[in-house]
């Protein structure tokens, strides 16, 4: 079974796993959310996500029906139903994949308010979807990719929470999408670049390292911080300060970051090309260096350490 949902702690196949039209998930996006990924098959950074998660409930007032431990319980079980055995035989060959995510899997955790007359006393809905993880091709991250620039009023949205109410995402990426671009960032009115639909995003200009800091309104997001702390770790100089349109187009380097894409090398913003077109040195050098964490984790998990 590829793709495995764990309904309200029922593993079912992904055509019998339904929610009530009632549910106010579906409703109004009221709920919260976390994407997360196995390396070896094991969920990467599991804490920092399900502390996210449990961040972003609160935020909104929901409250978890399980707790850390049921959830990665519950995780490792849709993880099994979705892998299968030992013996079971791979996951079709993606022509093209990065390596590292060959037979891996991607995890989304749904918490939603629930629904029905009775609301609010209404028990949540809690739904884990286990399935194959289609990362960025390898190619984008030899080439690098196109990421386009999409002014949008973000006022009112609560960014540091994870939650379903995503439609200015989805109508930045439709743009993005529209333009040839991989990934759309958000640009607001006086020019200030935040964030991406998905992604966190990094610059490198004058040989420093530049990222919006959480004040200017960013989701924490889980692959930034294993980044910044690369960064640290590698002597690499850092700032977190807003950044402006302006000073991105004239990086040396730019890439984003997020669960799936790892460290993702943009080389145009737009049609104008970011440095020499091509990915940089500190892009490639905080890749490798987070290559070497993820097969540290393989290494540490197969031993049964922290």
């Not at 139903?81 to 013996?87: N, P």
């Not at 333009?179 to 640009?187: N, R, V, Y």
């Not at 930034?224 to 004239?250: C, K, M, N, T, Y």
Request: aromatic share 4%; hydrophobic share 45%; net charge neutral.
């Amino acid at each position: 079974m590829p793709t495995a949902v764990n309904l309200d702690g029922r593993i079912v196949p992904p055509a019998q796993a339904r929610i009530s039209v009632f549910d106010r998930g579906f409703l109004q996006g009221d709920s919260a959310y976390e994407v997360l990924r196995t390396y070896g098959g094991r969920p990467f950074e599991l804490a920092r996500h399900l502390d996210r998660l449990a961040r972003s409930a609160g935020r909104i007032g929901l409250a978890l029906p399980w707790d850390a431990a049921r959830l990665e319980a519950e995780i490792a079980r849709t993880l099994e139903a979705s892998s299968g055995t030992a013996g079971a035989p791979p996951d079709p060959a993606e022509p093209g994949a990065a390596p590292w995510n060959v037979n891996e899997r991607s995890v989304r955790v749904v918490m939603t308010r629930g629904g029905g007359e009775a609301w609010p006393e209404v028990a949540p809905a809690v739904v884990v979807i286990a399935e194959p993880l289609h990362g960025p091709p390898l190619a984008a991250y030899r080439e690098g990719v196109r990421v386009e620039l999409v002014t949008l009023d973000r006022s009112g949205v609560d960014a540091s929470a994870k939650t379903g109410a995503r439609l200015s995402h989805v109508v930045a990426l439709q743009a993005a999408r529209a333009a040839g671009a991989h990934e759309a960032l958000f640009a607001d009115a006086a020019g200030m670049v935040t964030e991406g639909a998905s992604s966190n995003l990094f610059c490198v200009r004058g040989g420093r390292l530049r990222t919006p800091p959480l004040a200017a309104g960013i989701l924490a997001g889980v692959t930034r911080g294993v980044v910044l702390a690369l960064a640290r770790q590698e002597g690499v100089a850092l700032d977190e300060v807003p950044l402006s349109a302006e000073a991105l187009r004239e990086a040396e380097e730019v890439f984003i970051t997020s669960t799936t894409r790892e460290i993702l090398p943009v080389t145009h913003l737009g049609e104008r090309p970011v440095g020499t077109g091509r990915p940089g040195p500190v892009t490639g050098r905080l890749h490798r260096a987070f290559r070497a964490q993820a097969s540290a984790h393989l290494t540490t998990e197969a031993h049964g350490g922290p």
